[in-house]
């Protein structure tokens, strides 16, 4: 029950950046996701918080407390680590009641917020067991578990469902989220599986290098993302990227992707009249890219003449790789599609969605 | 079951050659044993395999040998000694060892690394070197012929091999397992006693066993700090002087080896079970 503020903290190992100026809040009861590429630096952020690394430069407050040179112990945290890191020769019991032990929390109150975390992730029935004799499922629960009876003001977890297969993730996914409306504590969650990220987070930060790109609710981050990485790293398939230039006028203004050309909306054209003329990336989501047979009414629709090359079907939808030209992309697409490779069709594009970004820089262009 | 046999078949020169090696090996010892039970004309007029001929004869089988060795000869004397002088110089290294190693392992300080090469570098100081000027200390604070004086040589001389294979074991559990502990609220001091070292049983037991063995068996050590005096000879001292002594006695040398081995064989026997385990700790994960 607490907020957490790094106010523009920097962590450097030698020479390598782990995390670069990072400014961010996380409101009280929120779930943050922090998500991002192998080594772009989620777990150090995490770290930075839990006390386990010190800041070098910048400040991390838990609530209205400066935390920086507050020990772990004291910071009112619990951490599941992506290894769990079960202490191999206790039982389940004593995994779970380690930290309350230590902070002289009677008997009867341990037992019954053991008992009462272990009912709750259903092991009641594991709890004499040593971690060795767990499922990798199993000790995952154990793992929150022991976080949990600690009842921290803040739940940090790295990576903590990456151990886990598919089914079950989708499963624990859940489950975790159940735990946080029922706990009603900040959760700051690391992951690099968007999927978890889009379904879990009241809020999302995308990291690359250090850096933080963007931090916004799921919605707003698929819809409008802020620069070029961010729209290619959420989403899967990934968006479609095109180099183009925007030709012609305000009133007629059209993307010009060498292969093809499009019609801007006219709004849209309006907002985007400096960008006349200039360089662009354009951006377009495979599930806005349709078959015209099954094309959905009501969008403001750009066609592109193109061969099939691939098709890959998913069971609720297909897959089809593109090619305009040499240009490779992906359109996700009605399963009743009668599109088969080698075919010629007109691919239409829902230019209500399409997405502008300056090659320079990579930022969207709004 | 015809796989089961080329199976047996294909093996068994394997298991043939490793039977006859151990055999050659136990060879020896078993001679000692045969011959510390037998009777003094017995062992001067044949060899101790000779007891084969009647091997359900026992009345050519005594325990004389050992009472004997163990009174009138004062072994039971030295081994009080050497247990009064192993014991310690076992559990003080290694307790002072694994303080050490935790430090160097898990404890951020400046010089940590520094100061553990100039441990591990003791590793080659030859003991023989420090007899001298160590033995002219203990006279100036009235240390030498003292049991204190040797539990301290004996841990001056574990210490740095102690600090250094604990540090290594220490140094491979889960970093984790201490950071989770720390978050839990453990202090350095619970993080040890409950996480280290209850995670380092194996390794512990192995440094036991070798220390111990090493300290067991220590002729010159024992010989140099604590002199010859009947109050505190260790066995292996005595037993030196028995070789002088009882020089023909073989029946008697024979006993009187055998109860300076047994405890060792013992030992080992009891701590195996960790040795094992402890090899076995690094190669398989999980
Ligand atoms: N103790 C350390 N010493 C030196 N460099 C480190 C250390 N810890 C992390 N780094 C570096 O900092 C960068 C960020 O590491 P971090 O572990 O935070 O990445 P991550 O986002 O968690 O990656 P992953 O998804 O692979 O776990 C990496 O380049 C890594 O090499
Ligand atoms: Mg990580």
Known sequence: MASVTYEHVTKCFGDVVAVNDMDIKVEDKEFLVLLGPSGCGKTTTLRL??????????????????????????????????????????????????????????KAEIERRVKEAAVMLGIEGLLGRKPKQLSGGQRQRVAVGRAIVREPQVFLMDEPLSNL?????????????????????????????QMEAMTMG?????????????MDTPQVLYESPANLFVAGFIGSPAMNFFEATLVGSVEEMYIDAQSFRVLVPPERAKELKNCLGKDVIFGIRPEDVHDPEFCPPNITAGRVKAKVDVTELMGNEVFLYLLTDSKSFIARVDPRTRARVGDEIEAVLNMDNIHLFDPQTEEAIR | MKDRLRKVLSSAPLHIAILGIAL???????????????????????????????PFDFTQFQLDNYIHVLTAEGMGRAFLNSLTISIPSTLIPIAVAAFAAYAFAWMEFPGRQTLFVVVVGLLVVPLQMT???????????????TFLGIWLAHTGYGLPFAVYLLRNFFGTLPKDLFESAFIDGASHLTAFFRLALPLSIPALASLAIFQFLWVWNDLLVALIYLGGTEAVAPLTLKMANLVNSLGQNWHLLTAAAFVSMALPLVVFLALQRYFVQGILAGAVKG
């Open chain 1, 202 to 214: 009241t809020r999302i930060a995308v990291l690359r290098d250090g850096v933080l790109q963007q």
């Open chain 1, 165 to 193: 297969d598919a089914k079950l993730r989708v499963h624990a996914r859940a489950e975790l989220s159940k735990l946080h409306q029922r706990l009603e504590t900040t959760f700051i969650y690391v992951t690099h599986d």
């Open chain 1, 49 to 106: 918080l839990a006390g386990l690394e010190e800041p070098t430069e910048g400040n991390i407050y838990i609530e209205e407390r400066l935390v920086n040179d507050v020990p772990p112990k004291d910071r009112d945290i619990a951490m599941v680590f992506q290894s769990y890191a079960l202490y191999p020769h206790m039982s389940v019991y004593d995994n779970m009641a380690f930290g309350l032990k230590l902070r002289k929390t009677p």
């Open chain 2, 24 to 54: 050659i090996w136990s060879l020896p010892s078993v001679g000692l044993l045969m011959s510390s039970f037998r009777p003094r004309n017995d062992v001067l007029g044949s060899g101790w395999w000779t007891v084969f001929q009647h």
């Open chain 2, 131 to 145: 007899l001298i000027p160590l033995l002219r200390v203990y006279n100036r604070l009235g240390l030498a012929g």
